[in-house]
């Protein structure tokens, strides 16, 4: 009999988060929710007259603001349901409910920036003078004329906002597809026990120092993914035409274009990344070559990928071990950024072990007005230990914006997202290693470092490469099939990991099981903040106090500016090619130092 995941009934309290920061009941989270419908009829009455006058504008902002927070609070408080327990039918609906009071707000209020578009500028610079308290809403006026160009009549406006539930359904169909309703196979693990695969458990098999369960592992989770490829081609397909449409709608050239424009982020410092990525592939393959070394194998595999090169020297590390290293290792960033962890630690914030009909993988969320959450799916490994100071880092950026920024500026661009996270988790490396004096746990521990970089710089780079090729794709119309989708992914495959790896069919898959192609171009993120968080990790580390000011200062902006110009207040340029070559630089350090140890 396989070992299935427990219920969500079965986790003991302590394990889960206590949602109760945002609403004590749901009856309270009615209560909001009438009253975003009470706010959004008097910012509707504003309707032809937002910008008439300076009491005009300052009230319609103000109540559009008090609505946007309440929605905010309301949607996070449904989907950390949702997430615990997608099969919770009530939790579901409760999802499916706010994604209709949002668009219903979006659409019922879509006329507000037309409105101030339409102003004369000459006009609304005057109303500042004759109403002081609309000073707090200069930067995000100025924000919404740096989008003039983009920007529909409010007819038009309306009717792309009456889009917006209609439009997550690849997104939502997926999500349920993948986390609730997929049944995997049953594998023998490696003491010989039957287990059912799962999203939780994949990456741990695949972790595994036995390379029967690798390969027995890699074949079963794709087989479901193979079996339904055409399902998630068309879901794939239909997120391509929506951001399509959305593109086209507000003029822009392609989506790319439009995605990176919504963060305020120059198109370059995509093609930046891919081309500087071109330009170093010579070290991931040196990487693959390595490793196909360090396991002794005469062929590499791509199950072969994620078990660590350096055998034996992976041990278990328990939640409470992993907490607390975490916080020794955050020492250097100071006091009160560790005591704020630790409360996170200590008051349930952080949601730790897989359940059945949990959301699969790991990220931070919350809402103004309410702690960070934390959503992991925690197993007893190096790995995880990383991933909880990666998402406690996400948190804490999300505290301090929140903390010194009114409602309106406290959502930090996606774009300087993945920075605090991958801070966190540099100085968690870099605690790691000072603290060894075993020449194999250094081999072992700068082998993870290796991944890390492997992980987070190449293969999302990869991703964003296959996310900017199949975007183009449909673009110029060609479909986007399961055939297509696994040609150019496996294409990709080839090319980062190189002729030293065996690009095993299974791996064309791969497209179709990850999330994040839901997310409009988010993934190159991931790659443009690693580099700025190695840069903003070493330099924290050398030069102490002022640094971690500066850095503070940077957590602490959230969207008051561009988050170009909030990286400078870090010490980092993302336009300029540098902080990426900086960072493989590093990678290429790392190779050479572990090929000295190995």
């Not at 300029?576 to 070559?581: K, N, R, S, T």
Request: aromatic share 12%; charged share 25%; hydrophobic share 40%.
């Amino acid at each position: 009999m396989a070992k299935e995941l427990p219920k969500r009934s079965d986790v003991r309290e302590e394990d889960t988060w206590d949602l109760r920061a945002m609403y004590a009941t749901k009856e309270d989270w009615e209560k909001d929710l009438a009253e975003v419908s009470v706010i959004t009829s008097i910012v509707e009455r504003m309707e032809g007259k937002v910008a008439a006058s300076a009491d005009n504008l300052f009230n319609t902002l103000e109540q559009s603001a008090k609505a946007e927070q309440k929605i905010e609070l309301a949607f996070s408080y449904a989907e950390r349901l949702f997430d615990q327990d997608q099969k919770n039918t009530a939790h579901q609906a409760m999802s499916q409910r706010m994604y209709a009071v949002y668009t219903d707000y979006s659409s019922r209020t879509a006329f507000v920036v037309p409105e101030i578009l339409s102003a004369d500028e000459a006009v609304l610079e005057g109303y500042f003078g004759e109403k002081p308290g609309l000073e707090l809403y200069r930067i995000k006026i100025k924000e919404i004329q740096r989008t003039k160009a983009h920007s529909l009549s409010a007819e038009l406006e309306k009717l792309v906002a009456m889009t917006g539930e209609m439009a997550q359904t690849s997104e939502q169909v997926f999500s349920i597809l993948n986390n609730a309703d997929f049944t995997y196979p049953e594998i023998r693990d490696e003491n010989g026990d039957m287990v059912r695969l799962s999203n939780g458990n994949f990456i741990p098999l695949e972790e595994s120092a036995d390379r029967r369960v690798r390969k027995d592992a890699f074949e079963g989770y794709y087989s479901v993914y193979r079996q339904f490829a055409n399902t998630l081609a068309g879901l794939y397909s239909g997120q391509v035409k929506k951001q399509i449409f959305y593109a086209k709608a507000r003029s822009y050239a392609s989506t790319l274009e439009a995605a990176v424009d919504a963060n305020n982020v120059p198109s370059k410092v995509y093609h930046n990344l891919i081309e500087t990525i071109g330009r170093n592939i010579d070290k991931m393959h040196r990487y693959v070559r390595l490793r196909k070394k360090c396991l002794g194998v005469d062929e590499l595999h791509m199950y072969d990928i994620y078990t660590p090169m350096i055998a034996d020297a992976a041990k278990k590390i328990s939640f409470t071990e992993a907490k607390e290293t975490v916080l020794a290792a955050l020492a250097p960033l100071g006091e009160e950024y560790v005591s704020k962890v630790k409360e996170g630690f200590e008051n349930r914030w952080i949601d730790v072990y897989e359940n059945a009909g949990k959301r699969s993988g790991a990220y931070s969320a919350g809402a103004y007005g309410a702690h960070p959450y934390v959503l992991l799916n925690h197993n007893d490994t190096l790995d995880n230990m990383f991933t909880l100071a990666h998402e406690m880092g996400h948190a804490m950026h999300s505290y301090y914006s929140n903390e010194n920024q009114p409602y309106i500026y406290s959502q930090y661009r996606i774009f300087v997202a993945e920075v605090a996270s991958t801070c966190n988790e540099i100085l968690l490396m870099e605690y790691l290693l000072a603290k060894t004096t075993d020449k194999k746990e250094r081999a072992y521990l700068l082998n993870h470092y290796l991944d890390s970089f492997k992980g987070t710089v190449y293969r999302q780079t990869m991703f964003a490469e296959y996310e900017m090729r199949t975007n183009k794709m449909a673009e110029e119309g060609e479909s986007l099939t399961a055939e297509s989708l696994c040609r150019v992914y496996r294409e990709l495959n080839e090319k980062y990991y190189g002729p030293d790896m065996i690009s095993d069919p299974e791996i064309a898959y791969e497209w179709a099981r990850i999330p994040h192609f839901y997310y409009n171009f988010y993934v190159y993120q991931y790659a443009t903040g690693f580099s700025a968080a190695v840069s903003i990790a070493q330099t924290i580390l050398k030069e102490g106090a002022p640094a971690v000011e500066r850095y503070r200062r940077f957590l602490s902006g959230g969207c008051s500016m561009s988050p170009v110009e909030l990286l400078k207040i870090a010490g980092v340029d993302m336009e300029d090619p540098a902080p990426v070559q900086k960072a493989l630089d590093v990678f290429g350090g790392i190779l050479d130092e572990i090929e000295a140890l190995v």
